[in-house]
């Protein structure tokens, strides 16, 4: 599957007021490269075994592929993963029919916060909110794999 999204910083706390969900996310890597990752994802007593490709469209869009695993070879495969974590809360918000995900960064990557959308083509215009912030789409440094390697924390 090919997933494309776009991704913003935030512009302001305003998106708060708005959230319809939340939950904490926990995840590793076993590889990650700018070819592509493979990531163990751990949410709401779930798991998740993500492999992403190289991205193209200027970070627009890359192959996807996601699995649901045991919970338990989830926390074992964890283990396997690189040293480093992303720890984060998800914040789901609808602003004009759009799911907006918000990750507020926890952890080595703390005062981090990231928006994205997924759309349904590269083309596909959205309604903007004012919290929304400058685009950083295709800018690897903000790239969850980039981020554990070079956390939010030591950047200048």
């Given at each position: 599957?090919?997933e494309?999204?776009?991704k913003?910083?935030?512009?302001n ?5 708005s ?17 592509r ?10 798991a998740?075994?993500?492999?992403k ?9 890359r ?8 919970y ?19 914040h ?9 995900e ?19 083509n590269?083309?596909e ?11 950083v789409t ?6 969850n ?12």
């Open positions: 599957m090919i494309i999204e776009r913003f910083l935030a512009a706390d305003d998106w708060r007021n959230i319809s969900r939340s939950y904490q996310i926990a995840q590793g890597y076993m590889c990650a490269d700018k070819r990752s493979v990531r163990v994802r751990i949410r709401d007593q779930k998740f075994l993500t492999i490709g190289k991205s193209t469209d200027g970070g627009l869009s192959y996807e592929w996601e699995k649901e695993i045991d338990t070879d989830g926390i074992a495969l964890l283990t396997l993963c690189e040293p480093e974590q992303i720890e984060k809360i998800r789901e918000v609808i602003f004009a029919g759009k799911k907006f918000i990750d507020e960064f926890k952890g080595e990557n703390e005062g981090l916060i990231l928006i994205e959308i997924e759309l349904e590269t083309d215009s959205f309604e903007k909110p004012e919290w929304l912030g400058n685009e295709g800018d690897f440094r903000f790239y794999s980039f981020l554990i390697k070079n956390p939010f924390k030591n950047w200048k």
